[in-house]
């Protein structure tokens, strides 16, 4: 009986140690046995950012499919990727908890937030359990300020975006006999806009403009005439503005209602004047719009194909955000092809390594420096023409001469 008995708790013994040891996996994406990597997409999906969201995650998701059908990862032997979708809402808690599922879900890296608010901390979670993360979207200087080595950013930080609007504004002052001198900022709270508007201001003399106001209100702001009334009184040239889509489209509709219209409306990192939907809407007010922002190399033979097969695939016009998501997925996946494992430290550290040429962003080669950050990203001037967002600055990649000023 006792020889029985040692034997049963022997078998028993061996599933529970097979059973761990099915759990346990790897550090990367995929469970041993099975040929997958798996990758994580860390978007706002639901609540007031979705939109975006979706057609961020849309983008990540094109550049996995372009992928699996090349053959996979060839030096993992056509390993297929798989896509692990997280929703962080617009909150940064639940940012967090969403790093933690996609740690348990074992990916090899993430890619994310659209949201400085949530990129900060996501980060910082995803660095606490060595999780390799792109930043496609999150303007905050912070994000690759704190001396993480996981942490990798595509996008322009904030104060590139400054310097890039300041240096810009120049450029056009001196080429027109209109030259605008005064402005008023208009800004989302966060620390998205606020970090960007706050690095204009503290540049703006030494470019010849002339703050006037600085007037912050909340994303979520159901009503914003006081902040129409206040730049009514100013009367300033130039609306500088960093909003969301929902508070930037309901800025814009405010001035028209006013009888005071500035000479320009400018954006610097602009998320509604960045976005497919309100560039595409049939208002004569969002006529000759500017916007200093990320987006796509016009001129690039591949950012064209990939606009065609993103209009294709989802019947919608490919967004700078998409564009920036779809670019972070060819990154990540690049990565992992030179890594050859899904090894999470060696992912990372082919991540440093990477050179990407053939891309679809207004730069040279895809690079990060020691911090994480894309050497060569910039912002450029758009404009919306028609029902298109057109590139008009700088000239070595302008789609069409600039209306400066625009009114």
Request: proline share 3%.
């Amino acid at each position: 009986m006792k020889k029985k008995l040692l034997a049963l708790s022997m078998a028993v013994s061996l599933v529970f140690v097979a059973a761990c040891g099915e759990e346990s996996g790897t550090a990367g994406g995929g469970n041993e046995g099975e040929n997958i990597v798996k990758i994580g997409s860390l978007h706002p999906l639901s609540g007031g950012l979705a939109l975006e969201g979706q057609e961020m995650l849309d983008g990540v998701k094109l550049a996995v499919e372009e992928a699996n059908e090349a053959g996979g990862i060839e030096s993992m032997d056509g390993a297929k990727i798989e896509l692990v979708e997280s929703d962080h809402e617009g909150l940064a808690e639940k940012g967090v908890s969403e790093v933690q599922k996609l740690n348990t879900a074992k990916v090899a890296g993430i890619i994310g937030t659209y949201s400085s608010g949530v990129a900060l901390p996501a980060t910082q979670e995803a660095e606490r359990n060595g999780i390799p993360f792109i930043v496609d979207i999150g303007s905050a200087d912070d994000i690759t300020e704190r001396g993480f080595k996981y942490t990798f950013r595509l996008q322009p930080a904030a104060t590139s975006f400054s310097k890039d609007f300041l240096k810009y504004f120049e450029d056009l002052n001196k080429k027109t006999d209109k030259p605008l001198k005064t402005a008023v900022l208009v800004y989302e709270d966060s620390v998205f806009g606020s970090s960007i508007s706050k690095a204009i201001k503290e540049n703006a003399d030494d470019y010849g403009l002339k703050i006037l106001g600085d007037l912050p209100h909340s994303a979520s702001s159901a009503d914003l005439s006081s902040t129409i009334n206040k730049i009514s009184s100013l009367k300033p040239d130039v609306v500088i503005t960093t909003t969301y889509l929902r508070d930037g489209a309901m800025l814009v509709e405010g001035l028209q209602s006013t009888k005071f219209v500035p000479k320009a409306i400018i954006g610097v990192a602009n998320g509604a004047f960045s976005n497919a939907g309100f560039i595409t809407d049939e208002k004569a007010e969002n006529q000759n719009i500017m916007d200093v922002n990320y987006t796509i190399n016009p001129k690039s033979e591949t950012a064209n194909k990939v606009k065609e097969a993103y209009k294709e695939k989802y019947n919608k016009n490919l967004g700078p955000n998409a564009a920036y998501s779809y670019m972070a997925a060819k990154v990540l996946i690049g990565a992992i092809e030179r890594a050859g494992t899904n090894d999470r430290e060696k992912v990372m550290e082919a991540l440093k390594e990477t050179n990407y040429e053939d891309h679809i962003l207004p730069q040279e080669a895809i690079q990060f420096d020691e911090k994480g950050q894309n050497i060569g990203a910039r912002a450029v001037l758009n404009q919306i023409d028609g029902h298109e967002s057109k590139v008009v600055y700088p000239e070595e990649f302008a789609e069409q001469e600039v209306v400066y000023p625009a009114n």
